[in-house]
Each structure stands twice: as structure tokens, then as C-alpha cells.
């Protein structure tokens, strides 16, 4: 019988994943089923980026690339990053990943090990956890609480830290709430980290250009008092339709950069080098349809809130980033995974169970409105009509 290292049974998944895989399957099957599931834009990558790509392997970009990326890549990154956030970034302190997972992996693997404490959002992107785990560090969970609007407590936060903490894990706006943290509540946490100043922070951006009525995106990269200590993990597969492109970025202080480029070289060599300079078209060419994606998620956003709120049993609150709604059930009767579980398979809707997202998930379900509105309101047509007939029974 094979022996494996211990570690390996410690790891986690992504249960949209397996979601997805179901829907697929029963899609096969012949059923009718709406993904309200995956988290991914239900829009083309634009021409123009696809086209940079093509390009790229007509030139004959077919190598390797340097294991952080393209320089010309990394140098858009860095304008990019500083236009947005006012740090002033450099290309060397920029790597191309495949992927924003990447970043959570090394990030985590660099500061996770035994007798570590890593602190992340609970609800939260299920890796978090699911990584910290794998490399025997304490996984610490920061309740996300929808009585706080889904954004993370400065307060609480900072009282989880003690002398063993390595990492804090940051995501504003958030999956799977779509919550958005304001920024006096970013002030207070940093503010109050200035007394640990040995503890580094992980800041998921990836929603970081999705968010709605006017509410602007607050970077930590844009705080100089903790700068050397902040690796900001950012990427293209949100933003630009670009999930299956296995694109992402992250900034890194000049201490670990180093770390991060020998990991890669160890690892993935380096990314897809035409995927790179389609990267380097998506960010230095027009934005037009970022902004058009961005104005079509906000009216599906306001159609699932609205339609959620009529359901038994279920309440609603409005999201103000990402593209996620995470609806309260409650009040249905139901335990959250059942309910998926049951949506898919007799109500033809796949959803996902707040538990996946953490033990505070519980009484939740996430709903992505990376559909069509058409999509939208027959799944929760759907969703009404079972509870409608079902509710109380879970």
C-alpha cells in the first residue's frame, strides 16, 4: 500500500467545483438546470485581448518567459496597481501567477507551519482554510457577520491576534458575502497593527474593481505604515472574463520576492506566455467593457436582492461588491448544504451551501448572478416554488 506524506490528508477542496461537475452531469442527463453556482463571468474574454494572444503566438512568443513574468507585463502591473491605489509600485516586486490561487498557496505556504496561527475571513473563499490546514499551521477564523453589512470587524480581528500569529487574510469585496469593508474600518485594523509588526497581511483583491452605488474600493496597498508587510494578491480572471486563462498577479515586499520567483522556478516555471501578453492587452487597452460588465452585474444584482426578498423564508442583504448575493435562509427550515443539495436536484438550481465557505456560513446559501437576468429570476422562481412546497422540511 502506498504511503503518503500526512499532510496530504489535511487538504481541502472548492465545493463549487463539485457543484459544478453535478449540474454538468445532470445538464447531460437532459435536465434543465441554471448555474447560480460558479463564480466566474458569464461573459467573452474581449476581442481585443483575445486577439493580443493570437498575435503573441503568430510572433512566436512560444517559450519561457522569466518565472515572475514578461517585464512589460510586470511593468503595466505596477502602473496599474499605483494608479489605483497611489503605492508606488515596482515591476520587480510584481509576479505573474497562474491563477490568483497561486498567491493564497505561496503566501500561506511561506508563513503556515506548526505552531503558526493564520487568520482568515469565516465566511470565506474555502482555500483559505484549506491551505493553512495542509501546512499544519492553526487555521484562526474572523466571523464575517451579516449584522456588520459582511465586512470584517477591525475590533475583532485584531483581538485574535496573539505572539504566534504569522498571517492575516484579508478579502474586501468578498466572496461569497460580496461584502465591502469601509475604510474607517480598514483605518482601525491598521492602525492597530502597528503593534504587531511582525505579522503579515494577505489582501484578496480580486473583486477589487466590482463594486456598486458609489462605493470606492480601498486597497491596503495604499497604507505606507504597513507596506513592507502586505502581499496583494489581484488578477485578470474576474475583471476581464478571463477565468479559464489562468491568469493572476500579485505585489510583494522586496523580502519575499525573491522567495516567491524560486518557488515558481521550482513549481510552474513560469505562465503561459501568450496568456502574458493577452494580460498586457487586457491592461493597457480599453476598459469600455469592463465598465459594461461591471454596470450589467449591478442590474442583476438589484434583480436577485428584490426577487430573494420575496421568497419564504429568506432574506436578502444587498451586496455591494463582487458578484455574489448570500441570502439568509434561515428562516426556511432548512440547514444550508440540504437546501443546495436539494435545489439542484429537484429544483434544477445549483447554489452553494454556506458551510463550504466556513462554520459562520451556516443559515446561508451563495447565489452568483454571473448569469443572465432571464437565468436569474427563473432560478428563483424555482427556488420559491420549492420552498413554497417545501419549506419547514429540513
Given at each position: 500500500?502506498?504511503?503518503?506524506?500526512?499532510?496530504?490528508?489535511?487538504?481541502?477542496?472548492?465545493?463549487?467545483?463539485?457543484?459544478?461537475?453535478?449540474?454538468?452531469?445532470?445538464?447531460?442527463?437532459?435536465?434543465?438546470?441554471?448555474?447560480?453556482?460558479?463564480?466566474?463571468?458569464?461573459?467573452?474574454?474581449?476581442?481585443?485581448?483575445?486577439?493580443a494572444a493570437v498575435k503573441a503566438l503568430r510572433d512566436g512568443e512560444h517559450g519561457y518567459t522569466p518565472a515572475t513574468g514578461v517585464l512589460p507585463l510586470r511593468e503595466a502591473v505596477a502602473a496599474d496597481v499605483t494608479k489605483r491605489t497611489g503605492a508606488p509600485v515596482s515591476p520587480d516586486n510584481v509576479a505573474i501567477v497562474p491563477g490568483g490561487k497561486v498567491t493564497m498557496f505561496a503566501a500561506i505556504l511561506l508563513f503556515g507551519e506548526p505552531g503558526a496561527d493564520i487568520l482568515y475571513p469565516d465566511p470565506g473563499f474555502p482555500i483559505y482554510r484549506s491551505m493553512i490546514e495542509f501546512t499544519g499551521a492553526r487555521p484562526v477564523p474572523v466571523p464575517i457577520r451579516e449584522e456588520n453589512g459582511f465586512a470584517f470587524s477591525a475590533e475583532e480581528t485584531l483581538a485574535l491576534i496573539t505572539?504566534?500569529?504569522?498571517?492575516?487574510?484579508?478579502?474586501?469585496?468578498?466572496?461569497?458575502?460580496?461584502?465591502?469593508?469601509?475604510?474607517?474600518?480598514?483605518?482601525?485594523?491598521?492602525?492597530?497593527?502597528?503593534?504587531?509588526?511582525?505579522?503579515?497581511?494577505?489582501?484578496?483583491?480580486?473583486?477589487?474593481?466590482?463594486?456598486?452605488?458609489?462605493?470606492?474600493?480601498?486597497?491596503?496597498?495604499?497604507?505606507?505604515e504597513i507596506r513592507d508587510r502586505v502581499i496583494l494578491l489581484d488578477g485578470w480572471s474576474k475583471t476581464y472574463a478571463m477565468t479559464g486563462w489562468r491568469m493572476g498577479y500579485s505585489v510583494w515586499p522586496a523580502a519575499l520576492i525573491d522567495k516567491i520567483r524560486k518557488l515558481a522556478v521550482n513549481c510552474w516555471s513560469c505562465v503561459n506566455a501568450p496568456a502574458q501578453f493577452a494580460g498586457l492587452a487586457a491592461l493597457t487597452g480599453p476598459q469600455d467593457a469592463v465598465a459594461a460588465m461591471v454596470a450589467e452585474f449591478d442590474r442583476r444584482r438589484r434583480v436577485v436582492v428584490e426577487e430573494a426578498n420575496k421568497l419564504p423564508g429568506m432574506s436578502c442583504a444587498t451586496p455591494k461588491g463582487a458578484f455574489y448575493a448570500f441570502p439568509n435562509i434561515s428562516k426556511t427550515g432548512w440547514k444550508a448544504k440540504p437546501l443546495a443539495s436539494a435545489l439542484l436536484e429537484q429544483a434544477g438550481v445549483a447554489t452553494i451551501g454556506g458551510p463550504d465557505f466556513g462554520v459562520h456560513g451556516e443559515g446561508y446559501i451563495r447565489l452568483s448572478y454571473a448569469n443572465s437576468t432571464e437565468n436569474i429570476l427563473k432560478a428563483l422562481a424555482r427556488i420559491g416554488d420549492f420552498l413554497e412546497k417545501n419549506g419547514k422540511a429540513g
Open positions: 500500500m502506498f504511503r503518503t506524506v500526512a499532510q496530504f490528508d489535511r487538504i481541502g477542496e472548492e465545493n463549487a467545483f463539485a457543484v459544478l461537475a453535478r449540474a454538468t452531469q445532470l445538464a447531460r442527463e437532459g435536465r434543465d438546470i441554471i448555474n447560480l453556482g460558479i463564480g466566474q463571468p458569464d461573459f467573452r474574454t474581449p476581442d481585443h485581448i483575445v486577439e505572539p504566534a500569529t504569522r498571517l492575516i487574510i484579508l478579502n474586501s469585496p468578498a466572496n461569497p458575502t460580496g461584502g465591502v469593508t469601509p475604510k474607517a474600518e480598514i483605518d482601525k485594523l491598521v492602525a492597530g497593527l502597528a503593534k504587531w509588526p511582525d505579522v503579515a497581511i494577505l489582501s484578496d483583491e480580486i473583486y477589487g474593481q466590482m463594486t456598486y452605488d458609489g462605493l470606492p474600493h480601498t486597497s491596503l496597498m495604499s497604507y505606507p
